[in-house]
């Protein structure tokens, strides 16, 4: 009897410690993914991977190689789908032709679960689309215009953002001789005396009231399709944007004004130099506005509000500082949140 009793003891307990090693390896709680989405533009590659863990909190790391943006944010998906999920975004052109929102709106889209439908335009009709209750939040670069629209009380919560800066670019041969001059007017007074060709947006742009502006200074004026305008003095038209302009001025051997953003992203198929830059008159300061749904009844303000708060939130901001270092060795924008307009010598 003891014979037989002593090997089931064993077997027994040579169970026991089998079922307790397993019960350690395969106890802890589970993670799982839930899946990864890859968004591609031109120079731009953002690989997101979200990550389902027992609190449902959604890490996500945007990472890239060579010609890739390198961000790191956590999104927490929503709960429950808005109601009026999609947002009209009315847009400056630059915003598109450095590739920002490529990066930007997936990610947006992926944290609240809104659908952006953007408008790219100069900041003046973008302006005009939110004046006209046609978009619901705006993102542009027009102090000037942008504080008349809040004083008509069509906006509400404007927010800095973020700058740049704007730079004057010509022909490698320079037949005005201006570069390396360091105050934009006195360089725009060497362009009008030599006649050399000078390209505008003339569509009432941020760029094209900046030019405008710059001219003004140097006792020169101009103005959008005035017949007066001088005959080296040449607008782009209305509809025409930063980088398609940027290619007329490569091709035709011009000057012109441009947001420097524009320029970096899309350098590969131009044939300009930088001529004038650093000046703190050139400065390029872009704003979030809301349009006001007291007016505009019709308005997806939480949408409107979700994309605004979306632009300053710290991840955001992060993403927005890194963004042009890996693909071009320079920041494009740097992000401003929480400073003061005086902090950065604009009106």
Request: hydrophobic share 40%.
């Amino acid at each position: 009897m003891k014979k037989l009793i002593t090997p089931m003891l064993k077997m027994l307990f040579i169970t026991a410690v089998l079922l307790g090693l397993v019960s350690s390896l395969f106890g802890c709680s589970s993670t799982t993914t839930a899946t990864t989405t890859t968004t591609t533009n031109t120079a731009t590659q953002v690989t997101t991977t979200l990550k389902t863990t027992s609190t449902t909190t959604m890490p996500v790391s945007t990472t890239t190689s060579s010609a890739v943006v390198t961000t790191s944010t956590t999104i927490t998906p929503p709960l429950v789908k808005p109601a009026n999920p999609e947002i009209i975004l009315s847009s400056t052109t630059s915003t598109r032709d450095s590739g920002l929102m490529d990066v930007l709106i997936p990610i947006f889209q992926a944290k609240t679960g809104y659908v952006v439908k953007p408008v790219y335009v100069g900041s003046g009709a973008a302006i005009a689309l939110g004046q006209a209750g046609n978009a619901d939040v705006m993102l542009v670069h027009s102090p000037a215009a942008e504080v008349t629209f809040m004083q008509g009380g069509y906006g509400i919560y404007r927010r800095l953002v973020m700058h740049n800066d704007f730079i004057i670019m010509g022909p490698p041969t320079d037949p005005a001789g201006i570069k390396g001059t360091a105050n934009p007017v006195d360089a725009l007074k060497k362009i009008a005396a030599s006649g050399a060709k000078f390209y505008s947006r003339g569509d009432n742009s941020g760029t094209d009231a900046m030019d405008k502006s710059l001219f003004a200074k140097a006792g020169i004026t101009v103005k959008d399709g005035a017949s007066t305008n001088p005959s080296w003095y040449i607008e782009g038209g209305a509809g025409t944007g930063m980088l398609d302009l940027l290619r007329v001025a490569s091709e035709k051997g011009g000057y012109i004004l441009t947001d420097r953003s524009t320029y970096v992203a899309n350098q590969k198929v131009l044939t300009l130099d930088i001529m004038v830059q650093g000046d703190p008159s050139l400065l390029n300061v872009y704003h979030v506005i809301q349009v006001n749904p007291a007016v505009f009844p019709k308005v997806n303000a939480a949408g409107a509000q979700a994309f605004s708060d979306f632009m300053i939130d710290p991840a955001t901001q992060k993403i927005i500082a890194q963004y042009g270092i890996a693909q071009y060795g320079q920041e494009l924008f740097f992000p401003d949140f929480g400073k003061s307009e005086s902090q950065l010598g604009s009106q």
